[in-house]
């Protein structure tokens, strides 16, 4: 490939992921799914040994304590496995290695595991949609994380649970489901101006704005594992994305969790797992640009109009998950569990076993696949100015909250139809890999009636 194509190619999708990511970092409330809590509830309460088995809080502190030898087992498995598997994996530095030789402090796993160490990952609550607020005070946003929140989480639906107290399996998972949305994945690249980004190991941001506080997240939540080649050779920083990784470490931890009896903490990792699962199946996080053939994005570097073509993949974006989210929720606090958006995500029996490398292959793959028609769909059903008018901002346009109505007054009742059912099938495909996911988890059997304990 000649290096003069290449050049503005390259230039067209940095700026890409930069508005890409400037849109994610203008507004909070519309990252991926929005709310992975409430995304996951209509999959959660169809199982009701979920629901209504319990396990009991554990502190941290006390499952590193307790499990120090396994875990430092199980890291090193997930780094060899990582360093076998994920080409552009950058391997964890040897001072962070977690071992038998320092004291098992939450510190040391933070680094070791290499997620922001500024949150609490105290024992809390995402209250679910069906149960009936405690009497004692909320938690406050600002307890759980150092990001200023959106609407959703500045709500009071945050409790702190006492160690040894009992929880839901389905309120860990929910819970845990939304936490690296927190801030986890944040900071964590040697420009982003923390401390353990520079002792990290993953270099420099590979795309986005290092400055903005959002888009560092970004490598971790988008999984970009099916570039074609002119891309992969034009922009090989966008195959510096993590999402895997976090899943095959997540999935382990939980693996180790549930074989050694802490069952809080196995739920609770699987539910972080759950969420890079989650995001991957939203195409605007599987592939850079939906429904832009690469002949197309060329194209448009030539007539010098790339700017125009990111400008409304950004808009797509954000206008269908504020749409979703708007939808979703409705749904949900309206308790309407037939509606078919609900419906879609209800339980999808899978219980087969899972690699973690070819089930996340498959499912961006899926999620490339379905990313064409899903913006066509956005393109032909939304108001023109907000997905089709490369002039318009929607990050902050204020219309979030009234998009729903203002797409069934300017295009009426069937679009909204056609809209539900492009976001159905994405949800449909988040239920599926979702189910099989959560199948990972152990549920232990209650002592049937007569059987001594
Ligand atoms: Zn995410």
Same mark, same amino acid.
């Given at each position: 490939?000649?290096?003069?194509?290449?050049?503005?190619?390259?230039?067209?999708?940095?700026?890409?992921?930069?508005?890409?990511?400037?849109?994610?970092?203008?507004?909070?409330?519309?990252?991926? +799914?929005?709310?992975?809590?409430?995304?996951?509830?209509? &999959?959660?309460? *169809?199982?009701?040994? &979920?629901?209504?088995?319990?396990?009991?809080?554990?502190?941290?502190?006390?499952?590193?304590?307790? !499990?120090?030898?396994?875990?430092?087992?199980?890291?090193?498995?997930?780094?060899? +496995?990582?360093?076998?598997?994920?080409?552009?994996?950058?391997?964890?530095?040897? /001072?962070?290695? +977690?071992?038998? /030789?320092?004291?098992?402090?939450?510190?040391?796993?933070?680094?070791?595991?290499?997620?922001?160490?500024?949150? @609490?990952?105290?024992?809390?609550?995402?209250?679910?949609?069906?149960?009936?607020?405690?009497?004692?005070?909320?938690?406050?946003?600002?307890?759980?994380?150092?990001?200023?929140?959106? =609407?959703?989480?500045?709500?009071?639906?945050?409790?702190?649970?006492?160690?040894?107290? @009992?929880?839901?399996?389905?309120?860990?998972?929910?819970?845990?489901?939304? !936490?690296?949305?927190?801030?986890?994945?944040?900071?964590?690249?040697?420009?982003?101006?923390?401390?353990?980004?520079?002792?990290?190991?993953?270099?420099?941001?590979?795309?986005?704005?290092?400055?903005?506080?959002?888009?560092?997240?970004? @490598?971790?939540?988008?999984?970009?594992?099916?570039?074609?080649?002119?891309?992969?050779?034009?922009?090989?920083?966008?195959?510096?994305?993590?999402?895997?990784?976090?899943?095959?470490?997540?999935?382990?931890?939980? !693996?180790?969790?549930?074989?050694?009896?802490?069952?809080?903490?196995? +739920?609770?990792?699987?539910?972080?797992?759950?969420?890079?699962?989650?995001?991957?199946?939203?195409?605007?996080?599987?592939?850079?640009?939906?429904?832009?053939?690469?002949?197309?994005?060329?194209?448009?570097?030539?007539?010098?109009?790339?700017?125009? &073509?990111?400008?409304?993949?950004?808009?797509?974006?954000?206008?269908?998950? =504020?749409?979703?989210?708007?939808?979703?929720?409705? #749904?949900?606090?309206?308790?309407?569990?037939?509606?078919?958006?609900?419906? #879609?995500? #209800?339980?999808?029996?899978?219980?087969?076993?899972?690699?973690?490398?070819?089930?996340?292959?498959? &499912?961006?793959? /899926?999620?490339?696949?379905?990313?064409?028609?899903?913006?066509?769909?956005?393109?032909?059903?939304?108001?023109?100015?907000?997905?089709?008018?490369? *002039?318009?901002?929607?990050?902050?346009?204020?219309?979030?909250?009234?998009?729903?109505?203002?797409?069934?007054?300017?295009?009426?009742?069937? #679009?909204?139809?056609?809209?539900?059912?492009?976001?159905?099938?994405?949800?449909?495909?988040?239920?599926?890999?979702?189910?099989?996911?959560?199948?990972?988890?152990?549920?232990?059997?209650?002592?049937?009636?007569?059987?001594?304990?």
């Amino acid at each position: 490939m000649n290096a003069m194509l290449i050049r503005p190619v390259r230039d067209f999708l940095n700026q890409t992921i930069a508005v890409a990511c400037l849109a994610l970092t203008l507004v909070p409330s519309v990252w991926a +799914w929005s709310d992975h809590a409430s995304l996951v509830w209509p &999959l959660l309460r *169809s199982q009701p040994e &979920l629901i209504h088995q319990t396990v009991a809080a554990e502190p941290l502190d006390a499952f590193l304590i307790a !499990e120090q030898e396994g875990i430092a087992r199980t890291l090193a498995a997930v780094e060899s +496995w990582s360093v076998a598997t994920m080409e552009h994996y950058p391997p964890t530095p040897g /001072d962070l290695r +977690w071992g038998t /030789d320092h004291p098992p402090t939450a510190e040391r796993f933070f680094a070791a595991t290499r997620v922001n160490p500024m949150l @609490p990952y105290r024992l809390y609550v995402d209250l679910s949609p069906e149960r009936a607020q405690p009497e004692q005070a909320p938690l406050s946003w600002s307890e759980l994380s150092f990001l200023g929140g959106g =609407s959703s989480q500045l709500a009071a639906r945050y409790w702190a649970v006492e160690p040894g107290q @009992p929880v839901s399996i389905a309120e860990v998972i929910a819970s845990a489901n939304d !936490e690296p949305d927190f801030g986890m994945d944040i900071g964590l690249f040697e420009d982003n101006g923390t401390d353990f980004g520079q002792r990290y190991g993953f270099g420099i941001q590979p795309f986005g704005n290092p400055n903005l506080e959002y888009s560092s997240q970004a @490598p971790f939540h988008m999984g970009f594992y099916h570039l074609d080649w002119l891309t992969r050779t034009a922009q090989p920083a966008l195959q510096r994305t993590y999402p895997l990784w976090r899943i095959g470490l997540f999935g382990e931890l939980a !693996e180790l969790a549930f074989t050694t009896g802490h069952d809080y903490w196995g +739920w609770r990792f699987l539910g972080w797992g759950l969420h890079y699962v989650g995001d991957l199946t939203q195409p605007y996080h599987a592939i850079p640009l939906p429904g832009v053939g690469t002949a197309d994005a060329l194209w448009s570097v030539v007539q010098g109009k790339t700017g125009e &073509l990111v400008q409304l993949v950004s808009n797509r974006h954000g206008v269908i998950e =504020s749409y979703q989210y708007q939808r979703l929720t409705r #749904a949900l606090e309206a308790q309407q569990w037939s509606a078919p958006l609900l419906e #879609a995500i #209800a339980d999808h029996a899978d219980n087969s076993t899972l690699e973690y490398d070819s089930f996340v292959m498959a &499912l961006t793959a /899926d999620s490339v696949e379905a990313a064409a028609d899903f913006d066509a769909a956005i393109a032909r059903n939304v108001p023109f100015r907000f997905v089709s008018d490369p *002039s318009f901002e929607w990050t902050g346009s204020g219309f979030e909250q009234s998009i729903v109505q203002r797409v069934a007054d300017e295009q009426g009742e069937p #679009a909204i139809a056609e809209l539900d059912a492009a976001v159905i099938v994405q949800l449909a495909r988040f239920s599926a890999v979702a189910s099989r996911w959560i199948a990972r988890g152990r549920v232990t059997k209650p002592p049937s009636q007569g059987e001594s304990q």
